[in-house]
């Protein structure tokens, strides 16, 4: 099982990024994919979390409204879209598998819960 995030970099404030995990070695329709981020001093946050059957959704209030999940079944990836992006959106931002089964309707933003992890990509919002 290996998945890999990409997509990070530098962009000023407002500014979009959109992130992407390249999954490999299992079935985006028996797992749920979540994004984690972690700054330099802070814990591990959850950011956003999509189901398995890919019609679920859930965000950190932190996040709400200005990012969004999806995944590509074709390609198996699932890609973050980040819009209006602020300084505190600055961290290393990571991917993560959790098995859930077959057409889940729920994720889980603990990061405790979660079966895989890729290597993160980094994201800095600065002017």
């Known amino acids: 099982v290996q998945l890999q995030a990409s997509g990070g970099g530098l962009v000023q404030p407002g500014g979009a990024l959109r992130l992407s995990c390249a999954v490999s070695g299992l079935s985006l329709d028996f797992y749920s994919i979540g994004w984690f981020r972690q700054a330099p001093g802070k814990e591990r946050e959850g950011v956003s979390c999509?189901?398995?059957?890919?019609?679920?959704?859930y965000y950190a209030d932190s996040v709400k409204g200005r990012f969004t999940i999806s995944r590509d079944n074709a390609k198996n990836t699932v890609s973050l879209q980040m819009n209006n992006l602020k300084p505190e959106d600055t961290a290393v931002y990571s991917c993560?598998?959790?098995?859930?089964?077959?057409?889940?309707?729920?994720?889980?933003?603990?990061?405790?819960?979660?079966?895989?992890w890729g290597q993160g990509t980094q994201v800095t919002v600065s002017s």
């Open positions: 999509l189901s398995s059957s890919g019609t679920f959704t």
């Open positions: 993560a598998a959790l098995h859930w089964g077959p057409n889940g309707n729920g994720c889980l933003l603990s990061g405790n819960t979660y079966d895989h």
